[in-house]
């Protein structure tokens, strides 16, 4: 089955740029998206179709697809970007899935 | 503003069912499909199907085939997901989510399934 795949953490200092990768068969063909989850919090969604940033998400949040990795950048990652954060994309069937998770730890 | 508000937590014992409904306001409820998300204690996000709120066409993570159930009733703007053969694994909070471009979750139900 289609697998989305992600490390399990990323650790940076405040102000220096998070990378977090994801990796999937499809996503050549695929938008990827990305949520930040917050311990207790629903997800949110800080990137969609790949490298679009919603309404209200700061500037510091950017994303990019290449092949089939796609990742979300956060430049001059501040201490309330501590979070957890999931890729999300869809298969041949419309159907949805998540990548397993990446932690991200600032400080 | 757009709203999803979610039925409140439910206690099954293994092997019954739970149905959790998803009220949305704000919007017109049949422009967008309604997914539901599921999240086990400490455990990533994990997909389970939408539902095409206009048509009532469902497509379903594979993994829940057969044991999930989504429908809803558009007379009420309300979106329904019931699981069945409960066990003790699917215990987690459940959301519903209105995705895409924008993207409103719901406050998620905790499910807990226990003998």
């Known amino acids: 089955s289609y697998e989305l795949t992600q490390p399990p953490s990323v650790s940076v200092s405040p102000g220096q740029t998070a990378r977090i990768t994801c990796s999937g068969d499809a996503l050549p063909k695929k938008y990827a998206y990305w949520y930040q989850q917050k311990s207790g919090q629903a997800p949110v969604l800080v990137i969609y179709?790949?490298?679009k940033r919603p309404s209200g998400i700061p500037e510091r949040f950017s994303g990019s697809s290449s092949g089939t990795m796609g990742t979300l950048t956060i430049s001059g990652a501040q201490v309330e970007d501590e979070a957890d954060y999931y890729c999300s994309s869809t298969d041949n069937s419309d159907r949805f899935l998540f990548g397993g998770g990446t932690k991200l730890t600032v400080l | 503003q757009v709203q999803l508000a979610q039925s409140g937590a439910e206690v099954r014992k293994p092997g019954a069912s739970v149905k959790v409904s998803c009220k949305a306001s704000?919007?017109?409820?049949?422009?967008?499909?309604m997914h539901w998300v599921r999240q086990a204690p400490g455990q990533g996000l994990e997909w389970m199907g939408w539902i095409n709120t206009k048509s009532g066409d469902t497509n379903y993570a594979q993994n829940f085939q057969g044991r999930v159930t989504m429908t809803r009733d558009t007379s009420i703007s309300t979106a329904y997901m019931e699981l069945n053969g409960l066990r003790s694994d699917d215990t987690a909070v459940y959301y519903c989510?209105?995705?895409?471009?924008?993207?409103?979750w719901g406050q998620g139900t905790l499910v807990t399934v226990s003998s």
């Open positions: 179709e790949d490298n």
């Open positions: 704000g919007y017109t409820f049949t422009d967008y499909y």
């Open positions: 989510a209105r995705v895409g471009t924008t993207n409103y």
